[in-house]
């Protein structure tokens, strides 16, 4: 599993050679299977849009995982800045095998966790180090 937090993550070059990085890839060998999830955090009204927009930007990397005989699975993921996560969330989990009580609680943190990081942006909004240069 690699996640895109703190340094850049780099896809495995075994898989395919691309210059995206999707927020999670999970990779196994074994049964050459392949999870791409990535995550956006948009206004509830336009998830839908943000999951079409995602969907779009890595369907050339998924074709190219599965030309290399790669199964593959994209999960765009989309919990609303206001902290509703979308039935994309709900889905993913449940793909890899996250269900019941332990997927409901996962998705609740999904949403706080929104709701804060939008609310910590929200605050500093006006800060001089945020301004364009």
Not at 18 to 33: A, V
Not at 34 to 58: D, Q, S
Not at 98 to 108: L, P, S
Request: proline share 6%; charged share 30%.
């Amino acid at each position: 599993m690699l996640v895109d937090l703190g340094k850049k993550l780099k896809f495995p070059e075994e898989v395919a050679h691309t210059t995206l990085r999707p927020d999670i890839l999970l990779w196994s060998r074994s049964p050459k299977l392949v999870v791409l999830v990535e995550l956006t955090v948009p206004w509830e009204e336009i998830c839908e849009e943000a999951y079409k927009l995602k969907k779009g930007k890595y369907q050339d990397l998924v074709d190219t995982c599965r030309e290399r005989g790669w199964k593959t699975w994209l999960f765009p993921v989309e919990v609303g800045c206001r902290g509703f996560p979308s039935q994309s969330a709900l889905k993913m989990l449940g793909a890899v095998g996250i269900k019941g009580r332990v997927r409901k609680t996962a998705v609740h943190a999904l949403g706080r966790a929104a709701e804060r990081a939008s609310s910590w942006l929200w605050l500093r909004r006006s800060k001089p180090t945020w301004k364009p240069t």
